[in-house]
């Protein structure tokens, strides 16, 4: 069944902004590490932002001061909002899952995360 659902990319000018947003259907969202990751043609996936259990963010270079990272567990809905997009930018952008404990470390790594959704494309034109 499906557990993470993407929405919100779409083709955007440099410069511009997106909102992307992951609908969970687990029930252990609230006690979940979550995440986006993105992957350019050619490369592979890289991570992106991290929130946590207890909403400590954190952020890949690349995108500080740019991208937030937010949550609502109520909802069940994961969020990224990306401000002064590039086109570097461009790239599938996924949400990731996974199981956790209130101490646990930042998880940043692809195989940290036991489930991804399908993926949304965001398409940042120069």
């Known amino acids: 069944q499906v557990q993470l659902l993407e929405s919100g990319g779409g083709v955007v000018q440099a410069g511009g902004s997106l909102r992307l947003s992951c609908a969970s259907s687990?029930?252990?969202?609230?006690?979940?590490?979550l995440a986006w990751f993105r992957q350019a043609p050619g490369k592979e996936r890289e991570f992106v932002a991290t929130i946590a259990r207890p909403g400590t963010t954190y952020y890949t270079d690349s995108v500080k001061g740019r991208f937030t990272i937010s949550r609502d567990n109520a909802n069940k809905m994961l969020y990224l909002f990306m401000n002064n997009l590039t086109p570097e930018d461009t790239a599938v952008y996924y949400c990731?899952?996974?199981?956790?404990?209130?101490?646990?470390?930042?998880?940043?790594?692809?195989?940290?995360?036991?489930?991804w959704g399908q993926g949304t494309q965001v398409t940042v034109s120069s």
């Open positions: 687990r029930r252990t969202f609230s006690r979940d590490a």
């Open positions: 990731a899952a996974r199981d956790t404990i209130l101490t646990a470390p930042t998880y940043t790594a692809v195989n940290d995360y036991h489930y």
